[in-house]
């Protein structure tokens, strides 16, 4: 026990009294009264002191998943949500996990000297002298020795790796060093294995997250000289979950792949190092200088090698099964209990994890608090809550994989909508990325939660700056009405558990979080007081982050018709495509010649016909859904509840996409080559980027297949709101 | 004399055959064989071993305008001429100069410490050692001392000073301390001397011109960490030339104004530092983190001050009238020799120059020698051939300034091109701007030179990669057809010589150069080793340079109709004008409301029209002239050759722009607050940043009355062209 209780309730956190609330999406006149209260109740309960507390004790010791100390946790977490009166259960997996035996890098020219695999210890600081923190490694990284010449690769993006093709040079035998950035870790491990390096080496560049973004820890946000980012090389963007039980889950007596056959997981060996570190390898390489992108925040001019600077470098993991426990609170709904509203966060962190989930989780302990306090005061939802505390994340979302692999069936048929918190504050700027059905019970949610420091609501805020980020990039076309701005929410990737009910399942899902700088990511210095200092010194942002949590769910699972609401579907994807047929464009304007069976001259008619269909049919569905409303008609209730589960759906086909069979959504991935970004359109993306027009005619022939059965059954739903049936 | 001469003349160099040259447009059938082999005889004359000379002698010592060294320069050149066989002239005005008699800088808080103003010496480097070279100054700063906090203000641009006062930080009785780059240096000056500002430092970041881009001197071309940028602190976009005689020549005897009477100079003194003596008052300044984009590329986060360090400066200045020296070649014409095609370029240097300019000298030089080679062979222009040599650049245009108030009524009845050449090399990059008339003999022109390293002509490298940028650039809109690639010349704007003669008198102009990574500007390594190490190793674009200018200067003075093209000037400007105008459509994007009276409402439609006009009488005059030529038409050359000269002086207004009557182009200007980088339609573009709409109506009317004079002159030609007359 550290926690020392001040008081920082600022004035500011006071809800402001609404002279009329505008009336909440999907509920009947008649019910919007009890909700509202309800509501109230549950955006009243959380406190700074609270979300303070929660995180204090989650943040005690470090908790990488397959160590006692998550187990402990895990239990940590399930006892508070007894303690809010929830039903709880762990749900406990055996999954393939590495931890680090003995790790060691080594200069062996031109100079020997041992590099440090682990941060400073600060005297401010006394999480930076924490035992059992592992020191640097990677998740699913490979144990091996190996030495060599080093060549530095940029980001280690597939681009680069092709520059340094063009620059013919190689790094067969070599030893890749590359920035963090760019795309997902396990993207870059991926390339330097397929080009033959024997190790990769990945360092914090301070361009990047350190001093070139602002202060360094201790004395700022931003990353240390000595602070290493841990985190997982699995290939994240091939397939997530347990690599050895690849698409089915983790169950007890599961078939379960050898390391070697997982093909998920990189054969080399690869460490995270600190920009310190880095610096004595770059400064010492010969060969050409880089291409200009390729410069970092060092402060000397960066070389290419290979040629100056050799490293030897062995790494012993400790690998195998090992438990991760998913930790369960059920509000059981009233008239639909099968159905579910899912509220998931991941506990286990590379370090103490203040930001990096638990920032995350102690705001959504609150909102488990809050929301039992709205069911204590008689609200009762009709559809069930399920708040899930996922391990093992940070591994490459493998609690909420094997769980939503687990329970496939009955998710498929029943949960009506995901909604994901990893890190919960950095900074006080609202973010939020998610499927355009969601988009108006998000706004509506949002503008209930005040802003804690600039007043109004952190809606109007987030819509403002939206507003200025779409009049600033949005092109304008002259000599024609100027384009009027449409809110859309960002589109999804990966890197956090909704990966699985996206991606896999087709289920609505979204993601969110207060944003500022951050530095520290799965260092040591991502701890308690960090965030005191810097993310959010007076808990103000958590307690923002749980009320409008709290909030969407209990619209969610409260609501007499589900409010997923189908307009601006259409147009949202309609911009996505747009960006991709721009793309094609420019690069027909640059080819020299297009060849004949070029993906150039492909055709996006059909796409763009059924997003017209889409986009008639979700206006359509919208105006039924609001009639069925307008009439307090129960029965068209009951049916559109029934009928917009499968909606979705429609997006995922059964054999997956190119190389990835895993990822089921036509609409919906994270970038095969950035392993975090999303590509929309991921079949039509890699057909352009692939330039594979046979691809491109396949990929068009199933996207439009799955809107147009997605537009069926939105006029199936919308029919059922007609009749009642 | 250190030149030692080697075999530098690679295979690549020889001229290719051409099976069929290219008709050269302005030529009749019947002299375009004499041309050509006049041409020949020109393109087979500059040789990599005679710039290389050039280049050597010009450079021996730093020859700074208004000392005894740059008078030596203007002799050397003024031999060369004479040796070439050309008539020559020295032209001498006395001009407002100041050279450094004491310059220091004290670190004085946290501790005290001298502050170097020079560069180190280098061992691999004998002009690094130079006597003679000034320490750090500013061309027309201000004697004086000072003392005080310091305060770090970005690149110090009007947007800069604003955000510091958004930041409520003020520099009111501090000291500026600002970073090279993105608009001019005097303009940096005059806004921190506006802002109450004692003393401005003025430091070259290391993210801009030094090891952030390349390898530093000397073992790479970028900066070096003790090498300073010198340069002149005017306010040259309010009005160039000498500031004792604004707006008319320095001849004997001419009025002068007092220093404290001169509007265009600072009146708080300066200094040019650099990097790492600059380091050692940025890493002291406290108070707040700076805004993320004035982080520049030293290790450590930058903060704004006041606060940590304190600096103290003397500077004291040997200023008054000293003598300039432009230097003329003649090549007289024929038929028409009262008319001229100006080839200028400057000489003066703030160090020893081999880059700035005398890169562009040893290539002007050369192609007088080559030119004189064709003469020499029999061929003769119709109109003169000035080669122009000035003195006192580097100050403000000086010399060119002066000698165009001084010819004014001449140039102005018979000047037909001003073609400028100042720094000629850094690289192998061809760049060239002007106005859109030169566009195809310009064209034309660099298509007959072979590019000495990658095969082809330069001319199709330079189009190429306009074609790559465009594609790039210029935004897609979907669902039309795309738009189509022409080739336009970049803008000018100000910062060489061809300002008083395109912004002042109304003459098509043009500027050229071959660019490359160049960090040593204006400091002691801009050397002869450096170009010889890492600017042009083999002298081969010295020899492109000359070529290129030779072949335009030919083409221009001996064209039996003078080869301006009007047809792509209307869309060209109209492609300006369209950036202007999406700039309005964001404005209003992002404004919250917009007042009555605000610049959003006005309109363009005046000006758009009178582009329409100016493209089709463009197109009339073009298609006037080809049938002129297909006749053979001696009558209508000559009426053509007569009528064409008045063209362009349509724009220009007799007041002025405002607060600066001096520029009296309305359609080419540099930026009021970037002094370099162009502003078209310059009253517009000030009536949208100050939101003035009645400036913005004033403009208008200005713009559409000049546009249409022109297009109406255009008429007159092309009727003259019919008639003969």
Redesign the interface.
Known sequence: MRVILTSVVAATLVLPVLASEPAPTGFFESSIAAQLAAERVMLDTPTPQKTRRWLAHLTEEAHVAGTPQEKVVAEYVRDRLVEFGLETEIVRYDVFLNHPKEVSLKLIAPVEEELSLMEDVLDVDKDSAAHGVFPAFHGYGASGDASGQVVYVNYGTPADFKKLEELDISVEGRIALVRYGSVFRGVKVREAENAGAVVEIIYSD?EDDG??????YPD?P?RHPSAIQRGSVQFLSVQPGDPSTPGYPSRDGATRLSRSQMKTVPQIPSLPISYREAEKILRELGGE?VP?EW?G?????YHVGPGGAAVEMSVSMDEGLKPIFNVFGYVRGSSEPERTVILGNHRDAWTHGAVDPNSGTAAWLETARAVAAAVESGWRPARTIVFASWDAEEYGLVGSVEWGEDRAADLSANALAYLNLDSAVTGPRFGVGGTPSLRDVIRESIARVPEPQEGGTVGEHWEKRQR?E???ST????DQP?AE?ELHLGQLGSGSDYTVFLDHLGIPSMNFGFGGKYGVYHSIYDNFRWMEKFGDPGFIYHVAAARFYGTLAMRLAAADIAPLRYESYGPALREEL?VL??DV??K???AEEIDQDSVLNSDFAAVLGALDTLANAGERFDQAVDAALERGDTAAASAINTAVLPIERALLTTDGLPARPWFRNVIYAPGLTTGYAPWPFPELRQAVEDDDAALFARGSERVTAALLEMARRLDTASAAAGSGN
Do not use: K, N, T
């Open positions: 301070p001093y070139m973004q602002g202060d360094v700022g931003m200088r200009d410069q925040g060092l402060p000397f001019s200025g779409w009049a600033e092109q304008v076309v002259l100027d701005f747009d047929r721009r464009v420019r027909r304007r640059s």
